[in-house]
Structure formats: C-alpha cells, structure tokens
C-alpha cells in the first residue's frame, strides 16, 4: 500500500468551534474520546504509512480560514470537521474552494439523523467527500478517503 503513496504527504486535520471539548461536551453524541486521543491515534496511523499528519483547533472563523489557506503550501489533504461553521459558513467553504487542497468533511454525529439545520452542509460541495456518524473513527475514514485519492492521483 505504501509503495503506491508519493513521498512526504502531509494532512492537516482542521478542527472547527467546541470541538476541542470532544470527550466531555454531549457523550450521549460525539463519545468519550477526547480530541487528543483522535489526534494521537491518526498519528500513529499515520505514521504506520509514512504520511506526516498536522493538528489544528480553533473556535474562531478567521483563524480556521487562516489555516486553510496556508494548506495551499505546507498540506497535500486537509480532514476538516467545521463543526457548527459547517451549515453556514460560505467564507470557510470558499476558503477551501480557493485552495485547491483535497478535502474531507468529517462529522463524528450522523448529521442527516440530527436536527434538521444539520441536515445542509454548505462545504461539502467543495470537498471530495463527507464522512459522518462513525464516532471518532469518522477521522480514521477520512484519512483512508484523502490515501485513496492520493493513489489515484
């Protein structure tokens, strides 16, 4: 599987507003894993490819919009769960528009199953694909999502 990847990929994993409450805000929904705990398991994941994984959190729009952009020079995927930004934020899905980085939309909670202002995603049309309702394994998804398109590529 490795021998296909091209050398030194880099994923950003971009998360959006009270995720970095992840393990304690609403179990009963997003579970008990906490955000470090994700990002300790993609890296070791990672790394089982040789793939470099970067982290990133923010509760702040511009900051998420910041980050994306310098995606263009310094990622070859980004996994984003936008969060809440995700079913209103036209400025965070023309950032990744502008980009031209392949990007996963990642939910831990089965949106469509949700209230129903979950139920439009104003990114996904933007990104290759949305993983959605795994849990923290969603990430997991994701990451195997962004390294068959790079085999592709």
Excluded: W
């Excluded at 939309?105 to 959605?132: D, K, L, Q, W, Y």
């Amino acid at each position: 599987m490795n021998a296909a990847l091209k050398n030194n990929i880099r994923i950003l994993v971009l998360n959006g507003p009270n995720l970095n409450l992840t393990g304690t805000r609403e179990p009963q929904v997003y579970g008990s894993v906490t955000l470090e705990e994700i990002n300790r398991s993609l890296t070791d994941a990672a790394a089982t490819l040789g793939i470099a994984v970067g982290f990133y959190q923010s509760n702040h729009e511009g900051d998420l919009i910041d980050r994306i952009h310098a995606a263009r020079s310094d990622c070859d995927g980004i996994i984003l769960n936008a969060g809440a930004f995700t079913h209103y934020s036209y400025a965070i899905r023309d950032a990744i528009a502008s980009v031209a980085v392949p990007t996963v939309e990642v939910h831990m909670s089965n949106v469509a199953a949700r209230e129903e202002f979950r139920h439009t995603s104003v990114i996904a049309p933007v990104c290759i694909g949305t993983v959605a309702g795994f849990g923290s394994f969603s990430y997991h998804l994701a990451l195997a999502a962004l390294i068959e398109r790079f085999k592709n590529d």
